[in-house]
């Protein structure tokens, strides 16, 4: 038996309902705050004439805000010598999303016209955890550090979030050091209370964590340093969120209470054990696939892997996100049907088709020739009955032959030298493999067509809920580093691009509303994935060469 006109009605009236809430909270204004160096609120902020706060991918973003210089915050802010606390912190709240930094620099301008202005410059709260440096051993002091290297492999996440706890139980729990407060019991009571704790680690499962594996170390690198390549490898995302009384706590039995505490949580937004996709098109949908190099470790093709699994998350009702197992985000750029205030695509063809590396004799050459000299010219002096004359002779001989064998190495890439035809740029030569015939010779080669290889980079301007809601936190579609894919524009073949988003950036002023700005993909990346693994293996080599093992 179908529905009754009435229950249609009641169906439709309660989904229009729905929308309109959802269209009014995305309509609301961010809420921005001031806190003191105690994170004490000092006041909402209102009444400004511009802001603007940018979420980056596993690094610091800055945020900016503008004033009125008679405004009781900028009053507040800019007399520093009246503060109990010379740190201001900025808090800015939209969606699910939270962005939190601190004073960076604070500046009072005035026009020609006598109109002043204060500009506030702030640093995420990202920023904080690069200044913690992992020490290669946390549980002794500075003069006692044994082994020489800081090594644990395991799942990214967990080998990361470890990394970072034992150091701030170094720091916070005032192991080797005095606390802030030497003379307050609360002070010295304080390292064994994590919920006193400025910075606080997201517990997680070993048994439960999914992610790429990885082998990390550090010989006193700041904890950024140390796993940038890690994350940038597993495509994990580093979110670091102040906590406030009000909000839900970050784990269970978490019990916080302390206003401000800095959460740091690493998600994996990669879907590298299950499925994900790099691109496709608007006919066929988004497809899987797998880069191949060739024999010449050079050249790359991209297979076709099969279909992507539907994610279940996608059955629920009301569910917003995006499963990083099968992205469905997609801008595009047609006229008809454009879900993208504006788009820019760019793309460089490549360069060289030959790269040479080297400038010195692969191992052993040298010492070979030097070898078979000495031999020589030892037999002919023993024949002679002459004193020894190998060493002299190579010593003499030497600077005629020492890196004239196997100094050099190059290679031409055929795929590159059929697609950019027979005029084109010829050859490069690549710094970094000084000696030919060594892994750091191969690794240069491939940085050299890493380098000149064709590029491509796609930054977004979108309009929050045109279509897709950006938000945190189950209240938006996607949110930084999300998969999304974005339409070339002005492809007949509805191409499709998909990367990971690495820039969010939220601003407004006076006379324009709160919009955002999407980067899909680092513009700047020219790291190469095969170099990468290479790197990887020259690390750790390194790193057990350190602790005296080989």
Known sequence: MGATTLELDTIYDSIAEFKHQRELKRRTDPVVRIFDGNYNLRGYVTGHYSCEVEFLLNDTGGGHLNLPEDHHIAQWVFKYWERDTSNVHMVVDKDGA??????????????????????????????????????????????????????????????????????????????????????????????????????????????????????????????????????????????????????????????????GQLIVDIKDKSGVWEQTSTGGNLFSGLVRTIIQVADNLIDETRVHAGIAQNANEYTLANYLGTNPKQPWVVYRTDDKVNTAESTEFTWQPATVSQVVVGGKSMPGVNEGISAAVQLAFNTLSTYLFLPSLGGPADTLLKPIYEDVLLAFMDIKSPVRTRQLGWSHYRERFQDGGDQAWTLSAIIALRNGFWATRERTSHTLKVGDGAPYLIGDRGEGHLFLGDRVGGQIPGSREGTVVVDQVSSLKLSWDATTPHGWEITVGDPNAIDDPLNHALGRIKEIVAAVHDLGVI
Not at 135 to 150: D, G, R, S, V, Y
Not at 155 to 170: D, E, G
Not at 215 to 225: A, C, E, L, P, Y
Request: with cysteine; charged share 20%.
């Open 98 to 259: 939270r962005w939190d930094g601190k004073l960076d620099s604070c500046t009072v301008s005035q026009d020609e016209d006598g109109v002043r202005t204060v500009e506030l410059k702030f640093l995420s709260s990202y920023e904080e955890i690069k200044h913690i440096l992992v020490w290669p051993n946390p549980f002794l002091p500075t003069a006692i550090q044994f082994p020489k290297q800081f090594i644990l492999a395991g799942p990214s996440v967990y080998c990361l979030k470890t990394a970072l706890f034992l150091n701030l139980l170094r720091i916070q729990g005032n192991l080797w050091s005095l606390p802030d407060d030497p003379l307050s019991f609360n002070g010295w009571k304080q390292g064994l209370n994590y919920k006193e704790w400025p910075i606080l680690v997201k517990p997680q499962s070993l048994a439960g964590d999914g992610s790429q594996w990885t082998v990390i170390n550090s010989r006193f690198k700041t904890w950024h340093d140390m796993a940038e390549t890690t994350l940038s490898d597993g495509q994990l995302y580093v979110e670091c969120r102040r906590w406030f009384p009000g909000d839900p706590q970050p784990w269970d039995g978490a019990d916080l209470y302390r206003p």
